[in-house]
Structures are given as structure tokens and as C-alpha cells.
């Protein structure tokens, strides 16, 4: 069954520092994602993306947050200058129709 | 926007028995609700959903209800077994084009044997 991918599966950084994570949507999936998660809290939505475009995002996908599709496989998550709370587990998604959305296994990103 | 409010927030269930998670949710256009079971450390993976033309979906031992008067929805697990040891999260979206799920707090469930 094919599934979303996402790497790196971990990782830590110093504040202030730039971090990009990488996800490969389901190959025939058109809406993708980023949710993130914190230890122990819910799941959070962060932006949506179709057609090229961001469709809709979160107040916590502020001005450091950026997402780019920049071939016809990956999704990236960039955020500029990481904080202290930006740490959490960073979940990719993708859906065909907008409906059924599917979850990569996460990057869990430690910021120090 | 969508609030989704999911109760208990731990529950704890002799094995064989059964297990109910309730939700209720804020935006009566919300007409999706899905259900993820996540296991520690991994990805939420959906184990059921419902639309809101229906009031009632099983698959095995999992059924979900919908009242849609009520905006509430809940999760019923029977014939629980250790496996089903999890955080299961409630979740609530507009079936439409790339719409976000707007989820629950989540549910820790412990099955003992």
C-alpha cells in the first residue's frame, strides 16, 4: 500500500537555525499537508497546498513557516528561524480528493 | 472556526469489553468526521470515517454514530484486545476540496488483560 515518506525522521537544531523537512506524497494525490504535533497534545493543522498554491493556513504557519513543491514528488516544510517552540513532531499528509487524508510517520524536530 | 472538544481524555477497559470516545463538534458545516488511532511515537492512521448523510458506520469491532442535530459523533470499540492500546484522535472537516481536519485532544485507551 503506498504511503506518505517523510525525512528526516529526527532531528536538532540550534535556535535561530534554518530547517527544511522533506515529504513524498502518495504518487497519485493532489492536496497536500503539514500538521504538527506536540509531546503529548493534539495534532494541529498548519497549511493546506493544491495546484501549486497554498489553499489555506493556520495562524501558527506565520511569516517563518514557507512550503514549496519544487518537482513533481516532493513537498517541503521550511522554517526560517527556529524557536525553542517550534519543537514537535511535524506530520506530512496527502489526500487525493481533498477527503481521505493520509499521514507520513513524522519528523520529530528538536530545537536547542 | 471548528472547535472539536473529545471526551474521555483517558480510559481504561478490561479486555473484551467495550470502549466509547464521544466528540462533539462547533461548526454545523463540518460533514467529515474521521477517526485516527495513533500509536506511540508513530503516524495517526485512519481506522474509520463517517459522512454526515449517514448516522452509523461499522467496520468489525469499530462503529461509529453521527448526530447531526446534537453535533456529536462517537467511536465505539467492542470486543476490546490489547492491541487496541492507543491514543485515538476524533477529527472534524468540510468535505471539500483540500479541506484541514480540525482535531480532538485525543483519547488514551489501555486495554488490560
Known amino acids: 500500500e503506498p504511503e506518505v515518506t517523510q525525512t528526516p525522521s529526527h532531528q536538532v537544531t540550534q535556535m535561530g537555525q534554518e530547517v527544511i523537512l522533506r515529504c513524498v506524497p502518495i504518487s497519485n494525490h493532489l492536496y497536500f499537508y503539514w500538521y504538527r504535533q506536540i509531546l503529548g497534545q493534539k495534532v494541529e493543522f498548519l497549511v493546506s497546498f493544491y495546484n501549486n498554491e497554498i489553499s489555506e493556513k493556520s495562524e501558527i504557519f506565520d511569516d517563518q513557516f514557507s512550503v514549496e513543491r519544487p518537482d513533481g514528488s516532493n513537498f517541503t516544510l521550511k522554517i526560517r528561524s527556529t524557536k525553542l517552540e517550534d519543537s514537535a513532531m511535524y506530520f506530512c499528509?496527502?489526500?487525493?480528493?481533498?477527503?481521505?487524508?493520509?499521514f507520513g510517520e513524522g519528523s520529530w524536530l528538536t530545537v536547542v | 472556526g471548528e472547535n472539536v472538544e473529545q471526551h474521555p481524555s483517558t480510559l481504561s477497559v478490561q479486555e473484551g469489553d467495550s470502549a466509547v470516545i464521544k466528540c462533539t463538534y462547533s461548526d454545523s458545516a463540518s460533514n467529515y468526521f474521521p477517526w485516527y488511532k495513533q500509536e506511540l511515537g508513530k503516524r495517526p492512521q485512519l481506522i474509520i470515517d463517517i459522512r454526515s448523510n449517514v448516522g452509523e458506520k461499522k467496520d468489525q469491532r469499530i462503529a461509529v454514530t453521527l448526530n447531526k442535530t446534537a453535533k456529536h459523533f462517537s467511536l465505539h470499540i467492542t470486543e476490546t484486545q490489547p492491541e487496541d492500546s492507543a491514543v485515538y484522535f476524533c477529527a472534524a472537516s468540510i468535505r471539500a476540496a483540500g479541506n484541514k481536519l480540525t482535531f480532538g485532544g485525543g483519547t488514551r485507551v489501555l486495554v488490560k488483560p
Open positions: 499528509a496527502s489526500s487525493r480528493s481533498g477527503n481521505t487524508i493520509y
